[in-house]
């Protein structure tokens, strides 16, 4: 399983940070590949020393990426989850509260988020942890809906919910790779997934 050691002094951590920063940005223009230690370590404002004791090869600073990626991801879900259980919203509403917030959060990082999309494809250790954040994802999704179970007109509440999740995870996946869905204007890609799950759900409207 791989890893790097956290840094325990203020300037190896920052000097760590921008080899993340710049290893995401290469690979969100599909530079990664081609660019060397060298010049990565150039990009980084730092030296080639600091990125072999620090990280050792491209492939942990790959997996670190990732990993910052999946990290912060879930951090982020747990505050927008937090934030909607503060308010007093409807069934409906927390449904497409939470899908605005994921497609949100994603904003900005679609081509990062396609190239580890791709490379899990070919990486065991990369897909396992995708499957883990797409569990979480869904995860969160059937404990808020479940949370409001008497909203749920669904003949079979558990099952609806866990189908419903992986039609969201489906649906965001498919509109983080390709930038659209079809002819659905961006701007009312929440609403209509929140519709289409919430009428699958039998959601009450209040």
Do not use: W
């Amino acid at each position: 399983m791989y890893s790097i050691t956290n840094p325990t002094q203020a300037r190896s951590k920052k000097a760590l940070e921008r080899f993340l920063n710049v290893a995401a940005e290469l690979l969100a223009n599909n530079q990664f590949e081609e660019t060397g230690i060298s010049q990565v370590a150039q990009l980084a404002e730092s030296s080639v020393g600091t990125f072999y004791r620090l990280l050792g090869d491209k492939d942990m600073l790959l997996y670190a990426v990732h990993d910052r990626f999946v990290e912060q991801n879930r951090l982020a879900i747990d505050s927008l989850v937090a934030e909607l259980g503060s308010q007093d919203l409807s069934l409906e509403a927390q449904i497409e509260g939470l899908i605005q917030g994921m497609i949100r959060l994603f904003d900005g990082s679609e081509g990062l988020l396609r190239a580890l999309i791709r490379r899990s494809s070919a990486d065991l250790q990369f897909r396992q942890r995708f499957h883990q954040l797409n569990a979480y994802i869904g995860q969160t999704f059937c404990h808020i809906a479940l949370a409001r179970r008497s909203d749920i007109g669904h003949p079979h509440p558990e099952q609806a919910a866990d189908l419903a999740a992986h039609m969201l995870l489906a649906g965001m996946n498919y509109f983080t790779m390709v930038g659209s869905l079809g002819v659905t204007p961006r701007e009312v890609v929440p609403g209509e997934l929140s519709r289409l799950i919430c009428n699958y759900l039998e959601v009450t409207h209040v």
